[in-house]
């Protein structure tokens, strides 16, 4: 079994900036993928980016809200600049036993077989 262990999060100003990070445990994960989700408070988990890597260099994908704001790293930190209220949510790194094809991320929850128990983001306006 994988584990994984979010940690980095915090309460911040609008305009700040946050680093997380994503510490695996256990069984080793031989997918060369991972990614992370959020979760605000009465809304449905949803991506936040993604990364794969290979012999041929990292494959980046974010969604369009953190797009040129959020950075997401081969050790899964996700660094996240110019923070802003709607960025609130509980954020969750997550690993998958999927085969990278192609150098594509996975952006689909159900792509994923680990998950952390989140950390709390929390940006004031």
């Known amino acids: 079994q994988v584990q994984l262990v979010e940690s980095g999060g915090g309460l911040v100003q609008a305009g700040g900036s946050l680093r997380l990070s994503c510490a695996a445990s256990?069984?080793?994960?031989?997918?060369?993928?991972m990614g992370w989700f959020r979760q605000a408070p009465g809304k449905e988990r949803e991506f936040v980016a993604a990364?794969?890597?290979?012999?041929n260099g990292d494959s980046t994908y974010y969604a369009d809200s953190v797009k040129g704001r959020f950075t997401i790293s081969r050790d899964n930190d996700l660094q996240m600049n110019s923070l802003k209220p709607e960025d609130t949510g509980v954020y969750y790194c997550?690993?998958?036993?999927?085969?990278?094809?192609?150098?594509?991320?996975?952006?689909?929850?159900?792509?994923?077989?680990?998950w952390g128990q989140g950390t709390q983001v929390t940006v004031s306006s």
């Open positions: 256990g069984r080793t994960v031989s997918s060369k993928a």
């Open positions: 997550a690993a998958t036993r999927r085969t990278v094809v192609s150098g594509v991320p996975f952006i689909y929850a159900i792509e994923y077989d680990y």
């Open positions: 990364i794969s890597w290979s012999g």
